[in-house]
């Protein structure tokens, strides 16, 4: 295929997915419903992705030649999560459009590219600052003062790579901790947000420029890791709009050919502050696969493989809340109520905050 064709790829096409977890299982079962065959890329064995499609590589990431047979299979590529290395996509590229592009990842891969491109676009964050060790961080912390969140710019996700500093804190243990050890590790300190709640909106764009976004929803986390989304967020008007158009914004000025995940701070005073992009589906849009016409996941296979996209309207109002760790022992109890959906990824070992599966209850459509 021509990496550079805008031409709709017909049922039968072969979507490639980077990465093997439940975003990729997902996605497949989504591909499937319209009649594509899906062909996972990932490095472990038994992965969820791996259980619902026969077309499976199990190699790693720089392996140049299984990435090779890879791109030769395969119609176009999409990935599941932003960790990808970007040589990776770009390896890719030279024989296959990827979508989102190596740009786009290699932004939203990267906190401190991710924050000065939302400045860029004029968009509203938390104050930051670049941090290249402990001696620039008790400097910048003397001016942002505390509390304020040390971060790594890149590989951290539900609350790993992440400190959080008070007025006793001391900056080289701080760094030291972040760092786990990289020599190479970099920073960016963020100044405390005191927010009411967060949200998240996913936005969709094709290849033909088109957008369609879901609503805004509520996102409650423990321990930093997502437990509970309410669709739609509990917020104004007013609120719901401005961030329906900074996702919309965000993925036109990103070029993003796919799906766009914003999630934002709204402070006490109405403010909303972008915090971090995925550009992939989202664990806080995992309601839509029961209460919308169209789920996160048939989306972005619309958007990639160069489809009209589907409708976003929800049919129902939902509560998702992930099964962490064992809690997915109880499926027998989470399929006796009759108005909940149960979603469980096939992953064989139960961690403490492992994703295992989720549940979404589902209620009438609240109008007001």
């Not at 038994?46 to 030769?72: G, H, N």
């Not at 786990?180 to 949200?199: S, T």
């Not at 936005?203 to 420029?209: C, E, I, K, N, P």
């Not at 401005?242 to 799906?259: F, H, P, Q, S, W």
């Amino acid at each position: 295929m021509n990496a550079q064709s805008p031409a709709a790829l017909a049922p039968g096409a072969t979507l490639g997915i980077l990465g093997g977890g439940q975003l990729g299982r997902m996605t497949a079962l989504a591909a499937a419903a319209l009649g594509y065959r899906s062909h996972v890329y990932c490095p472990e064995a038994d992965c969820p992705a791996s259980q619902v499609t026969p077309l499976f590589t199990r190699a790693a990431y720089d392996d140049e030649a299984a990435l090779s047979a890879f791109a030769q299979a395969v119609d176009v590529v999409t990935f599941e999560f932003e960790n990808i290395p970007l040589p990776t996509v770009e390896i890719l590229t030279r024989s296959v459009a990827v979508r989102p592009g190596a740009e786009v990842l290699a932004i939203c891969q990267d906190r401190l590219r991710e924050k000065d491109f939302c400045g860029d676009q004029g968009v509203a964050t938390a104050r930051y600052a670049a941090i290249d060790g402990p001696e620039a961080l008790a400097r910048h912390l003397r001016d942002f003062g505390t509390p304020a969140v040390l971060k790594t710019t890149r590989l951290g996700y539900d609350g790993k790579g992440q400190v959080r500093l008070e007025a006793d804190s001391d900056p080289a243990a701080a760094w030291a901790e972040m760092a786990g050890g990289n020599p190479e590790a970099r920073g960016i300190l963020e100044a405390f947000v005191d927010f009411k709640l967060e949200l998240s909106v996913i936005v969709a764009r094709g290849l033909d420029g088109e957008m369609a976004d879901y609503p805004p929803v509520e996102n409650q986390h423990e321990g930093h890791i997502l437990r509970t989304t309410i669709a739609p967020a509990r917020v104004t008007p007013q609120i719901a709009e401005k961030a329906e158009a900074t996702a919309r914004r965000l993925a036109e000025a990103i070029d993003l050919v796919g799906l766009l995940a914003v999630e934002m701070f709204v402070t006490e005073e109405g403010e909303v502050l972008v915090n971090e992009l995925a550009p992939r589906p989202h664990n806080s849009g995992h309601w839509t696969l029961d209460a919308c016409v169209t789920s996160q996941f048939e989306q972005v296979v619309r958007a990639v493989m160069g489809l009209p996209l589907g409708a976003t309207e929800r049919h129902s109002d939902a509560v998702m809340r992930n099964l962490l760790g064992e809690d997915a022992e109880a499926w027998r109890t989470q399929l006796g109520d009759r108005n909940q959906k149960l979603h469980l990824y096939g992953k064989t070992e139960a961690r403490p905050g492992r994703k295992m599966g989720h549940v979404t209850r589902l209620a009438p459509r609240n109008e007001g």
